[in-house]
């Protein structure tokens, strides 16, 4: 009898078929479980940012400045509006409100930015403010003349 090593020496196995069609169906199977928990993938609607496109030429919002000086001097774009003593600043009021149309029949925002000096009185500002209520215009912003 010949030992069982040199037996198996001897035999020639070949290619072994049915450890192969095993391996394919637990693939197949796997894939098969697998395609009914797969979530389908929707068109979400979003814009991301960059450039815009537009059909015709876009405005840039204009932006008025009001000076106060130390005198008490009110002056629009430096165009002088109100002495010192003008309490009332009635050209300075019409000429708001003129703006403030303009800006709505324009549909743009009237921007405005009062520009005042250290030293100016408060109450120059309070009356710049007031003028700028009864013209309807909120957008205002506040900044200090720096000196030199």
Do not use: C
């Not at 400045?65 to 050209?91: C, F, H, K, Y």
């Amino acid at each position: 009898m010949k030992p069982f090593i040199n037996a198996q020496k001897d035999a020639e196995l070949g290619f072994q078929i049915a450890p192969m069609i095993d391996v394919v169906f637990v693939i197949m199977l796997f894939f098969m479980v697998m395609a009914g928990s797969v979530k389908t993938e929707r068109e979400l609607n979003s814009q991301l940012p960059g450039n815009a496109e537009t059909s015709g030429a876009t405005e840039f919002v204009d932006e008025q400045v009001i000076t106060i000086t130390e005198a008490g001097e009110v002056s629009l774009n430096d165009e002088p509006l109100s002495p010192a003593g003008d309490l009332a600043m009635q050209r300075l009021k019409d000429t708001l409100t003129r703006l403030k149309v303009a800006g709505d029949q324009a549909k743009s925002p009237t921007l405005v930015t009062v520009v005042s000096e250290p030293n100016a009185k408060y109450s120059r500002t309070i009356d710049v403010l007031d003028a700028l209520a009864v013209a309807g215009i909120n957008q205002v912003t506040f900044t200090v003349n720096e000196e030199e």
